[in-house]
């Protein structure tokens, strides 16, 4: 007699994400992998003043990222959730702003890349709650990545602030 299985068996766990939990990390996933790849494009093409801490400022943002979205996403099939971090799956569904295939001078990078952690930091805030709600410990993920990338948009946006003035 041949059984046949599930294409998909469920992981043995104590605790399975919801549909709605499922949504707000794959969003988390989405943008957290975006500005990765913001962050290694604008890395490739910055140019101008303060070009060297740019561009290895950069690579602090695209570490950030890359991690907090391996750690998304492997919490994501804790819970018996799938993501979905194909690159077309990201290009539909991201919420950071559009960034430029050009060189770009690295006042405008400081910019671009703030906007970008500031989008990816709004929409762990937006889905905070939810996700406490139903799983303090994924909140507790979302607490990290807010930590780091809030930081790190502070300290970069710092190289186009002047002093008194907001």
Known sequence: MTQTLDARQPIRTSFRGSERLGRHLQQMLVDLTDLHLQGKQLHWNVVGKNFRDTHLVLD???????????????????????????????????????????????????????????????????????????????????????????QLAWMIDAENRVAGRR
Do not use: C, G, K, N
């Open 60 to 150: 602090e943002v695209v570490d950030a990222a890359r991690e907090f979205s391996d750690t998304v996403a492997e919490r994501m099939r804790a819970l018996d959730l799938l993501p979905d971090a194909r690159v077309r799956t990201v290009a539909a569904a991201t919420t950071l702003p559009e960034i430029t295939s050009e060189e770009i001078d690295t006042a405008d990078t400081v910019d671009a890349i703030v906007a970008a952690l500031d989008a990816t930091a709004a929409t762990a805030r937006r889905i905070h709650d939810e996700v406490d709600e139903e799983d303090p410990t994924t909140a507790d993920i979302l607490h990290t990545v807010l930590e780091r990338l809030e």
